[in-house]
């Protein structure tokens, strides 16, 4: 059974960190893109970052370049978000996807992902 599980997420304060878990199950990653979604209260899902775990582009969106890093561990078939400087607009459900190939520069459609995970919700108080 193909899962993706998210973990990770939680409340807190402004300025505060948080490593996000994407745990995959039932098929390797190595030749996949991993992309973080969120979507929060009333706003459209947005694209966050994604990662080609053999070779490819790296990808962030550009309000959290630079504080925000995607990452993986090959041998725990996992990918992580590390969130840095968190701001209360940071606030949503993230969700991590799995698009077979690179990630294409248009990553964040959210579209032609073969796998979702169910989201972990990121809660940052001013």
């Known amino acids: 059974e193909v899962q993706l599980v998210e973990s990770g997420g939680g409340l807190v304060q402004a300025g505060g960190s948080l490593r996000l878990s994407c745990a995959v199950s039932g098929f390797t990653v190595d030749d996949y893109a991993v992309a973080w979604f969120r979507q929060a209260p009333g706003r459209e899902r947005e694209g966050v970052s994604c990662?080609?775990?053999?070779?490819?582009?790296?990808y962030y969106t550009d309000s959290v370049n630079g504080r925000f890093t995607i990452s993986n561990d090959n041998a725990k078939n996992t990918v992580y978000l590390q969130m840095n400087s968190l701001k209360p607009d940071d606030t949503a459900i993230y969700y991590c996807?799995?698009?077979?190939?690179?990630?294409?520069?248009?990553?964040?459609?959210?579209?032609?992902?073969?796998?979702w995970g169910q989201g972990t919700q990121v809660t940052v108080s001013s």
């Open positions: 990662i080609s775990i053999s070779d490819g582009p790296t």
């Open positions: 996807a799995a698009e077979w190939g690179p990630c294409r520069d248009d990553y964040d459609d959210g579209y032609e992902y073969d796998y």
